[in-house]
């Protein structure tokens, strides 16, 4: 066996922070990284099942952990991801797109949210009623008119301080 240049323990710190496909490309840089990928903790957890999950002030979502969830996590019916201030369009579109049963989401004050999610949301989640885009700086009043147009089942959306603007509709 050849001697490792890295301790495992870097090597498997190392190879926490990649996604599957850049795991296995990593695995292959020669025997101690692959014997180190194959560690049972570094392995994907699917929630196939799981309908609801709120994630709200957990400052540390990202995008990753968005695509993360989108990809684990196709049932959701339930999202709240408020106060979560590093989310952008990105993770949220990768959500959006991967979560047809989506009926409640609640974004409010995640500033980096732009009237793109809201565009692919339209499209993608045609059961969505309820959402929450309550002091979401990135988003505009036409928006928010535009997806309760496209959307017959939205019955209540909060948008709160968009634009200066305090609007409930609950239909």
């Excluded at 101690?32 to 099942?49: G, P």
Aim: aromatic content about 4%; some cysteine; glycine content about 2%.
């Amino acid at each position: 066996m050849e001697s490792p240049l890295m301790p495992v323990e870097v090597i498997r710190y190392i190879l926490r922070f990649l996604c599957t496909s850049d795991r296995k490309e990593a695995s292959l840089v020669n025997r101690t990284w692959y014997a180190a990928s194959l560690d049972r903790n570094l392995q994907e957890i699917r929630f196939e099942e799981l309908q609801a999950l709120s994630l709200s002030l957990v400052n540390q979502i990202t995008d990753e952990s968005m695509v993360s969830i989108a990809l684990h996590c196709p049932s959701l019916e339930r999202l709240s991801v408020s106060h979560c201030s590093h989310l952008t369009d990105k993770g949220m579109m990768e959500v959006v797109r991967h979560t047809k049963r989506l009926t409640h989401l609640d974004i409010s004050c995640c500033d980096k949210i732009t009237d793109r999610t809201l565009d692919v949301l339209a499209v993608e989640c045609k059961w969505l009623k309820s959402l929450d885009v309550s002091m979401c700086s990135g988003l505009t009043i036409a928006s928010i008119e535009r997806i309760q147009t496209l959307i017959p089942t939205l019955t209540s959306i909060q948008a709160r301080f968009i634009a200066g603007t305090d609007l409930s509709y609950s239909l």
